[in-house]
């Protein structure tokens, strides 16, 4: 099965700026994360959704960051407008909704931002 | 926060086994103890789980010791496409699509 997908793989901008990151779970997975991950730290959960649900955006910075998830399938993730700690990998994962006690996550390439 | 501790780093020889250990001095009876791994430029990929009996499976095998305080990943024959961060993670028997908690994992260098 394809993996998760995430658009653009690398971006860079300077503060105040605008940027957006795509992501296309795996299909049939309705669950979906967004991570940001900081050089030389482990990836940190922004926000979570199941379908078009959000379930967890307690760590989300909502003054600047939003995310959305419409039709339950794929999502986008906003920062407005950016600040040089934003500079980090945006990891998006996805799993499906059962009733095991674990599902795998899977996780996309991430994209590379750069805030300058 | 993370409920575990782990090296910062380990080097291991190609060919040889790579065992990495991680502390969760503080985890409970029905937690389970799950690896992953971060390899350069990609996405944190699924290794193993286990809650106190050792597991393995095609990628590696998890020894847990008997008071759980503790655990060892092995990589059972290190190659360079295992150079990677490895991630010790405890979470709760009904995590189901709960978010994974990540330290800082142990970076391992696999060196010809």
């Known amino acids: 099965e394809a993996g998760v997908a995430q658009s653009p793989r690398y971006k860079i901008i300077e503060k105040r700026q605008s940027v957006a990151f795509w992501c296309n779970p795996i299909?049939?997975?309705?669950?979906l994360y967004w991570y940001q991950q900081i050089l030389g730290q482990g990836p940190k959960l922004l926000i979570q959704?199941?379908?078009?649900?959000?379930?967890?955006d307690s760590q989300l910075p909502k003054d600047r960051f939003s995310a959305e998830r419409l039709k339950g399938v794929d999502s986008t993730l906003k920062i407005q407008p950016a600040k040089l700690e934003d500079s980090a990998v945006y990891l998006c994962?996805?799993?499906?909704?059962?009733?095991?006690?674990?599902?795998?996550?899977?996780f996309g390439p991430g994209t590379r931002l750069t805030v300058l | 926060d993370a409920k575990t501790t782990q090296p910062p780093s380990m080097d291991c020889a190609e060919g040889r086994a790579a065992n990495l250990p991680c502390n969760h001095s503080?985890?409970?009876?029905?937690?389970?103890v799950y690896w992953y791994r971060q390899i350069h430029s990609q996405g944190p990929q699924y290794i193993i789980h286990?809650?106190?009996n050792n597991e393995t499976n095609e990628m590696a095998s998890l020894i847990i010791t008997e008071d759980r305080k503790s655990s060892t990943l092995i990589l059972p024959h290190a190659t360079l496409r295992d150079t990677a961060v490895y991630y010790c993670?405890?979470?709760?028997?009904?995590?189901?699509?709960?978010?994974?908690?990540f330290g800082k994992g142990t970076r391992l260098s696999v060196i010809a």
């Open positions: 994962a996805s799993s499906r909704l059962s009733g095991s006690f674990y599902n795998e996550q899977f």
């Open positions: 299909s049939g997975h309705a669950t």
């Open positions: 959704f199941q379908n078009n649900g959000v379930v967890d």
């Open positions: 503080t985890i409970s009876g029905n937690e389970y």
């Open positions: 286990g809650l106190k």
């Open positions: 993670i405890v979470r709760g028997p009904h995590s189901g699509n709960t978010p994974l908690v």
